[in-house]
């Protein structure tokens, strides 16, 4: 789906309310487009997280802090440890919290001495208590040793400029056009008309992604925010 192309039909649906072109930038800034579609696309992903779940690779690094890559926005499981042939040989458990103290990590007594890639086995990982961007693995990895730890994570398209291109099924396209729309006309929510307009293709949205909760929906629109950082 292009982006700029969303926009133009979006642009496109909301003008032909109006008789003088003009009358749209009471309304709509150029740059608020952009915006909506972020938020919308936000919507949609955060709705069926399980379609935008990726399984990655982590290059293990010395000691026990492993940092989840940025394109990872949440960790949903880690599947276990590949070798050198690219298979998952044992899988890790989970601790219930992180009891290992950051500051002790790094402490030489903490260290493995296990020398080989064949010796090292992760046997435990927890999110970090402080950081749920950084794994701590248990036994921490020796200096010297290599290997790949193999995670699921939620991770959804970004969107940065009118020119990207993201991949969306056909059904959450049309949800994202129809969230586009709900947030362009509910700039100027004042106006009944537009009101009723802007809550009507929330509602549409909310049935295209299976939302029938009240609650769940404005979690969805909360947490849309913070990802582009609104307020």
Not at 20 to 38: P, R
Not at 172 to 184: D, G, K, P, R
Request: charged share 30%.
């Amino acid at each position: 789906m292009k982006i700029s192309s969303l926009i133009e039909d979006a642009r496109r649906y909301v003008v032909g309310y109006y008789e003088d072109d003009d009358e749209q930038y009471v309304h709509w800034l150029e740059e608020d487009w952009l915006s909506y579609v972020k938020m919308a696309i936000g919507i949609v992903t955060l709705a069926d997280q399980s379609a935008f779940t990726k399984v990655m690779d982590i290059e293990l690094v010395e000691g026990s802090v492993q940092e989840i890559p940025d394109e990872c926005k949440t960790l949903k499981a880690v599947r276990g440890v590949k070798d050198e042939r690219g298979v998952i040989t044992h899988r890790v458990r989970k601790r219930a919290s992180n009891t290992l103290k950051l500051p002790a990590i790094s402490r030489p007594l903490c260290k493995s001495i296990t020398k080989s890639n064949s010796d090292y086995v992760v046997k435990s990982y927890a999110l970090d208590d402080d950081d749920d961007r950084i794994i701590v693995v248990e036994p921490p990895v020796p200096a010297g040793v290599t290997g790949l730890l193999t995670i699921s994570c939620y991770s959804p398209p970004t969107v940065e400029t009118e020119d990207d291109d993201i991949e969306l099924t056909q059904a959450q396209q049309t949800a994202v056009f129809e969230l586009v729309l709900y947030y362009a006309w509910g700039v100027d929510i004042e106006d009944t008309a537009n009101r009723e307009r802007s809550n009507t293709h929330w509602e549409h949205a909310m049935t295209l992604l299976k939302v029938i909760n009240d609650a769940d929906s404005k979690v969805l629109k909360r947490q849309a925010r913070a990802m582009n950082g609104n307020s």
